[in-house]
């Protein structure tokens, strides 16, 4: 921990009667930062947040924001965060500018900054075409993007995305991460929570990966990949793999784990040069015949898998 | 602050769901009661203005002074409260008295005389007639036989006694029977507040909706958006129960009384008891909506039925037995209020239900700001 941390999570206890929702949950966050929270469905990410907000009460530890302690009634602290909730969170009666003015409103008191910045969210969100609307007439990318600028429209100092593209379509899902990358570039200091470990690897400068309310690893995308054993993982399509064969290739040098399911050979293996080489040569020469072949660098969800013992997606 | 009670007054009425029960419900249901028994027939209500009682008149002797002038008093009141039948023979009288189809029969004759077949309300209606009409006859004999000069006078004054004590009610005002239903119905659309107070409150509740937890995070001060809320909660309610008075009282023609500002002040308190309910309800307990929703029903319907709104002499009933409970039935105070306002003309009983009105208000809106107050949740 340094005491330039703009937000300090140390040892956060939360339980719901048995249920112990975060473990002592302790995190770190700079400012300037994209800061991930990456963790499977229950794993403790929104409790974290809320915890954070202020809005749930917790059992132990401390949170400090912008080197305050974070309450109910810390005014100053709020003023100056952004927060898009997981779930849409506008009003139906209203349009999409009349939304956005409102959450505006509750922020900035002067009119013309006011619409200054009303007028600077739509565009930002590519809003514009559809400001008149309801929010009932939006598709779901477009009521998504409606939440963000409602959480973002004051240019906060810091945002808290609580997994704003859950239902998103690709196309939406990818103008939505360009723009929180944008407002990261404007200065807003980013908590992203999400499960789709593909989005937080593109746009994170740091991640956590929680489980159980526990954080598990924290670090940049390489050096969480640097943190696993796993440095290559190769997919090959065969047929015919009895246990001695499969025995036989897990003695290779450098694979420390094997599947075999559904015809497709899954061998994962440390960094080391020529592991494919040495796998397919070891097919040729015992016959066997194979189809397609992958090797793929570790992924996010190589580390989430060694560290947690399960699939991200579980 | 301006701009986020402008948004939150378009916001709310434009809930059409919420609008409707707060203000088109009781348009309804006053139109309901105006077409049940306000307009087509009192009688349904129980509470009838007056049936007439179905008599035989009998003339045994008409040449006596006393027989026709009993005669006389009889078609008087036949236009008031009895619906004398075209039975002139005594043997199908007493028939018709067994069969039940009449409630008594009248004897002309020199003492009139009256036989009923049993001791019911009306018996005692026909009863009282008679022995009133002897009484007042015992009189003029009396003052015929001792000052006989005066006896025009004597008449005259009986005269004017029936115009006072039957026309005019204490505070000069006709006092319609079915109007009690109109004042429950108002008191009633006044509580009702509570469903548009509830509503609002979960917009400001981060364990509830998203919207409450959005609104939670920003850095307006709880109490400041429950004071908007609230205003613009009050602002709306108001006109909605100013637009129900003037429809009770234009469109129905329903007489809620000639005092406009205190027909303002009681809608005004009115509103304001609705609403804090709603607000205490919804920023109190920390309940599911339907909980909260369950209990609105319960705080609208039942101090409504104890004021009157299903059966209109409950609110006397409960006078009667345990008063307090209409000191502290909002319900009952309210209905109370336009009482005194519309028929009573009684200026401090009005006032006191005023009061009471607005400590209510205070005490709901106190427990409504130490619930909300650097509010925590154990759960979202």
């Not at chain 2, 003037?246 to 509103?271: E, Q, R």
């Not at chain 2, 369950?294 to 409504?304: A, D, R, Y």
Request: net charge negative; charged share 20%.
């Amino acid at each position: 921990m340094s005491s330039s941390d703009m937000i300090r999570i140390e040892n956060l206890v939360k339980r719901y009667q048995d249920l112990v929702a975060l473990d002592h949950l302790t995190l770190s966050i700079q400012e300037g930062e994209i800061f991930g929270l990456l963790g499977p469905n229950g794993s403790g990410k929104t409790t974290a947040i809320n915890c954070l907000l202020a809005l749930l009460k917790y059992d132990k530890g401390s949170i400090t924001v912008f080197g305050r302690n974070m309450q109910p009634d810390s005014y100053d602290i709020k003023k100056q965060i952004g927060v898009v909730m997981q779930n849409v969170a506008v009003f139906e009666q209203m349009s999409v500018q009349e939304n956005i003015d409102y959450f505006c409103g509750l922020y900035i008191r002067d009119k013309a900054k006011r619409q200054s910045l009303v007028e600077e969210a739509i565009a930002f969100t590519g809003l514009t075409d559809y400001r008149k609307m309801r929010p009932k007439k939006l598709s779901g990318g477009l009521l998504r993007r409606l939440n963000i600028a409602c959480g973002i429209v004051h240019k906060p100092r810091l945002i808290i995305m609580d997994e704003p593209t859950v239902a998103v379509d690709p196309q939406s899902r990818n103008k939505i991460l360009e723009g929180i990358v944008e407002l990261n570039r404007q200065g807003s200091t980013i908590i992203y929570t999400s499960h789709y470990m593909e989005e937080v690897e593109q746009i994170c400068s740091r991640i956590a990966i929680i489980d159980h309310g526990r954080v598990l690893a924290t670090g940049t995308t390489e050096e969480l990949k640097q943190m696993i054993k796993t440095g290559e993982t190769i997919t090959i399509e065969a047929i015919q793999l009895d246990n001695t064969l499969l025995a036989a290739i897990r003695d290779l040098p450098h694979v420390f784990d094997l599947a075999y399911e559904d015809r497709i050979l899954k061998i994962r293996l440390s960094t080391a040069r020529h592991n494919l080489v040495r796998i397919l040569n070891f097919l040729k020469e015992r016959d066997i015949s194979f189809g397609r072949v992958f090797s793929e660098l570790p992924t996010l969800n190589d580390v989430f898998l060694e560290i947690t013992g399960k699939e991200l997606r579980d | 602050m301006l701009h986020l009670f402008k948004y939150r007054f378009l916001q709310i009425i434009r809930d059409y769901s919420a609008m409707f029960w707060a203000l088109a419900f009781p348009i309804i249901l006053g139109t309901l009661f105006y077409l049940s028994f306000g307009h087509v027939g009192l009688e349904a209500t129980g509470d009838s203005a007056w049936d007439m009682i179905k008599v035989a008149v009998i003339r045994e002797d008409t040449s006596s002074e006393n027989a026709r002038a009993f005669e006389s008093y009889l078609g008087m009141m036949e236009e008031e409260m009895l619906d004398i039948q075209d039975i002139s023979k005594e043997t199908e009288a007493l028939d018709a008295l067994n069969e039940e189809e009449l409630a008594g029969i009248y004897y002309i004759k020199e003492e009139p005389s009256l036989t009923v077949a049993k001791n019911g309300l009306n018996e005692r209606i026909l009863t009282s007639l008679l022995e009133s009409y002897n009484q007042n006859a015992a009189m003029f004999r009396k003052i015929a036989m001792t000052h006989p000069e005066n006896l025009p006078n004597a008449v005259a004054a009986l005269e004017d006694y029936r115009q006072t004590t039957e026309a005019v009610s204490l505070a000069g005002k006709d006092l319609n029977p079915d109007v009690q239903y109109f004042f429950a119905l108002v008191a009633y659309a006044c509580l009702s507040g509570i469903f548009l107070g509830v509503k609002s409150s979960l917009d400001g509740q981060a364990n509830l909706t998203a919207l409450g937890a959005r609104r939670s995070i920003t850095p307006t001060h709880k109490l400041t958006l429950v004071l908007i809320d609230m205003s613009v909660l009050f602002v709306i309610h108001f006109f909605n129960i100013l637009i129900l008075c003037l429809y009770i009282t234009k469109v129905l023609g329903i007489s809620l009384g000639d005092d406009i500002g205190a027909l303002l002040l009681v809608d005004f308190m009115g509103s304001m008891i609705g609403i804090c309910m709603g607000i205490a309800v919804g920023c109190l307990t920390r309940m599911s909506l339907g909980m909260k929703m369950s209990i609105s029903v319960l705080f609208t319907l039942f101090p409504g039925f104890l004021a009157g709104l299903m059966f209109g002499n409950m609110k006397n009933i409960i006078e009667l037995r345990c008063p307090i409970i209409n000191r502290i039935n909002p319900a009952a105070v309210l209905s109370d209020a336009f009482y005194c306002m519309g028929i009573y003309n009684d200026t401090e009983r009005f006032t006191r239900c005023l009061l009471i009105l607005a400590l209510m208000c205070v005490c709901l809106l106190t427990v409504a700001f130490l619930g909300i107050r650097r509010e925590r949740y154990d759960s979202i």
